[in-house]
């Protein structure tokens, strides 16, 4: 194993990337309750970034390394290239061959890569040789359920030099429904030398538990599960590596972890573009008690931040 690589996924807990989630505020949410786990930026095109470097998605604090920038693109170069840039806020470059949305498959970017395994492998060769730090793939078991081409995928990027792969237990066409397949993680992990991290539907310490008895992998990758609960990867890594078990927090807690996230929205994009850009993010935090629905649907009707507050500071946790 690369040694590098190994130091950063040593907690066995990773941040996966999600498009317009996982930006500077999310991760900087994670990274107040784990100092060690792997952060991972949402997808960023390599299109968008040649045309314009935007500051908002490559925005990194100093403590937040270990931290992977993925890169989308179906251009080898022009992906080598923008790798090279991110080099100097990244401690690894991650390359998304999973994302199954239809405008970003249409484009040949993202899992349409699992159905020319050549030019990911390119794209991978491309990369890996103009930049000094680590790289991984991210990838799914398949662009369909007859396609599940995973495991020679895999053997294909780690030949074209990845030194760590996430893969995400559905196919493209499940997008994100159905239930991720755990145990077809293992075939992989027998397959290849490298790490590998298995992804999907870990939403809590007894399914990372779970996912890695089925899977055999190295380590997790949390998406969907840090949504509403930032700890939860910390809580995650302390169970794994220490044994110990944190609870998950009250809906008090939550509340105030939702306010921390929008002020730092807001911070980060002023107060109307802030507020609508966290919108997405309060059916997570706000969910499992009487009249969360109706707090919801005014929540997200709600531009001024003043009156958000006050329905929050309303709420009798």
């Known amino acids: 194993m690369n040694t590098k690589v190994q130091t950063l996924i040593a907690s066995r807990v990773s941040l996966a990337p999600m498009a317009g989630i996982t930006d500077y505020v999310l991760r900087s949410l994670v990274r107040e309750y784990s100092s060690s786990c792997l952060l991972t930026t949402e997808m960023i095109s390599s299109e968008a ?6 500051t908002v998605i490559t925005k990194r604090d100093n403590n937040h390394s270990p931290i992977s920038y993925q890169l989308s693109g179906h251009k080898p170069q022009m992906i080598a290239d923008c790798a090279k840039y991110l080099e100097q806020f990244a401690d ?6 999973g994302c199954p949305v239809n405008k970003v498959v249409k484009g040949t970017d993202g899992c349409a890569l699992m159905r020319n395994p050549d030019l990911a492998q390119e794209i991978v060769k491309t990369v890996k040789a103009n930049i000094t730090i680590p790289l991984s793939v991210k990838f799914r078991l398949g662009y369909t359920y ?3 081409n995973f495991v020679q995928f895999g053997e294909k990027m780690q030949e074209a030099g990845a030194d760590f792969i996430t893969i995400h237990g559905r196919t493209r ?15 992989l992990k027998h397959s290849v030398d490298i790490p590998v991290f298995a992804n999907g539907d870990v939403v809590s310490i007894e399914t990372a538990v779970q996912c890695l008895e089925e899977s055999e992998a190295d380590g997790v990758a949390i998406g969907r599960g840090a949504l509403g609960d930032p700890s939860l990867l910390s809580r995650v890594e302390k169970y794994l590596n220490k044994g110990e078990y944190t609870h998950p927090p009250c809906l008090g807690e939550k509340i105030e972890i939702l306010k921390k996230h929008l002020r730092k929205e807001i911070e980060l994009r002023g107060e ?5 850009f966290c919108r997405k993010f309060i059916p997570y935090y706000l969910n499992g008690f009487t009249g969360a629905s109706k707090l919801r649907g005014q929540l997200v009707l709600i531009d001024n931040v003043k009156e958000v507050f ?4 309303s709420i009798k946790a």
């Open 272 to 276: 109307d573009t802030g507020v609508k």
């Open 92 to 97: 690894m470059i991650d390359i998304n061959m």
């Open 49 to 54: 970034l040649t045309q314009v470097k935007d």
């Open 146 to 148: 007859d396609e599940l």
């Open 310 to 313: 006050s329905i929050l500071n």
């Open 173 to 187: 066409s499940q997008m994100y429904g159905g239930k991720a397949d755990w145990k077809k993680i293992a075939e």
